[in-house]
């Protein structure tokens, strides 16, 4: 299915009762992907609705809105994120998008959980239960996992790296970026550095690093000393800097200025290619 035109995007927001006119072209960008229009109509009658600049920004809005509807809908508090906890664990260490019901018997959480389902929240089909969409649960899991005193390193090689982990890791870097910088500076040194990190899951890396749309310093001077002192992604971590993003901010740190002028071919080569 193709991103949504920006009349489609347009007319939704309307719709809304929002104004179109007021959204950016990388809101427009954001808003083309239907997910994120359901994430807007939920908070859509809220005064700044159309505050948001990243996805998270969207999942956040809509997390904390639904909380607080869930709570209304019970006429008290609703243990809404004990919930959304134990079923994102649960499906991270079973490496599915669904579990048994009973998963919630431990804590008595069913009666909560109902709640959740009402606001569409969470999907019962059957025995299992599951988020309403699989990007919902790689936020909710990533949400919790920053909290945690652990690396991505040691998430990762604590069982099998399979496919399952890469929604998971993009999620979680796109979070510490967020929240906390210097993290995901880190993260990202370590899990590209890793031997025992498999290759598919640093291919995630890669591509999140590639579609930075705003690389900063810090991020660049990680990815020169990974650069300078070897790594077997060399090639694939210079591939990824091939982006406009990149260009302009190897131009303000003036490093293909350095390049050009250094008379080393390879230099010279690296900044014109």
Known sequence: V??????????????????????SE?????????????????????????????????????????RRDAAVRRNRDTRFAEVVGVLSDAMSDRQRLSVPASTLDRDNLHDDADVLTSEHVLVRD????????????????????TTRNESLVEFLTRGEQELFRRGQVRQILAHLREDDPRRFITEVREVLTSPSIRFHIQEVVLALLNALPDPTKGEWEAIEHLLTNGNDLNGRLWMSLRAEPWMRRLDQEGVLARWLASGDPDLEARALE
């Open 26 to 66: 990388d809101q427009i960008r954001l808003l083309s992907v239907p997910l994120h229009l359901v994430l807007l109509h939920a908070v859509a009658d809220e005064a700044g609705a159309l505050n948001f600049a990243t996805t998270k920004d969207l999942f956040d809005a809509f997390f904390d809105r639904k």
């Open 126 to 145: 059957g025995s299992h239960i599951a988020f309403f969409h699989e990007a919902f649960f790689d936020y909710a899991f990533a949400r919790r996992w």
């Open 2 to 23: 193709p991103p949504l035109s920006q009349e489609q995007v347009q007319g939704a927001v309307e719709r809304m009762g929002l104004d179109p006119d007021s959204l």
